[in-house]
């Protein structure tokens, strides 16, 4: 594990909020210099703390009308083949390993109703899913 100090830490808050906040206003909100704020980044980068920046996309404003979190299970001989075919799937945006009610999250993007019906359908067709559970996102509250 990488000790990290109170400083790495706000710089982590802050990228989190707004990745491209310039580091020179990271520096000034931490009292330390622009350098130094860059050194600090570099070194996250470097041990793997930060992996990567990504744009947030509103999906509804580029002809998404249906945002949904999908659940589901696989049957444990099936897995790592369940997961390199969903992997494929234009519609899936994230897709997360878990525990609790399902074994695998994603986060997918439809353009009407039929089009997340179609994609359930094909989902449950995959050999070794056992269980398929949508939820249409409403609001992104945080």
Request: hydrophobic content about 40%; overall charge neutral.
């Amino acid at each position: 594990m990488v000790r990290i100090s109170e400083k790495d830490i706000k710089i982590i808050e802050y990228l989190m909020k707004d990745a491209r906040m310039p580091y020179t206003e990271i520096a000034r909100r931490l009292g330390v210099t622009e350098a130094a704020v860059r050194k600090r980044v570099k070194k996250l980068e470097e041990e793997g703390i930060i992996r990567g920046y990504r744009a947030i996309i509103d999906a509804k404003r580029v002809g998404y009308k249906i945002v949904a979190e999908i659940g589901f299970d696989v049957e444990p001989e099936q897995y790592v083949r369940a997961i390199e075919q969903v992997k494929q799937m234009p519609e899936v945006k994230r897709m997360k390993s878990t525990t609790g009610d399902h074994m695998i999250l994603l986060e997918c993007w439809f353009h009407d109703s039929d089009e997340m019906v179609d994609f359930v359908r094909r989902l449950e067709s995959i050999p070794g899913v056992q269980r398929v559970c949508p939820a249409i996102l409403v609001e992104e509250i945080k």
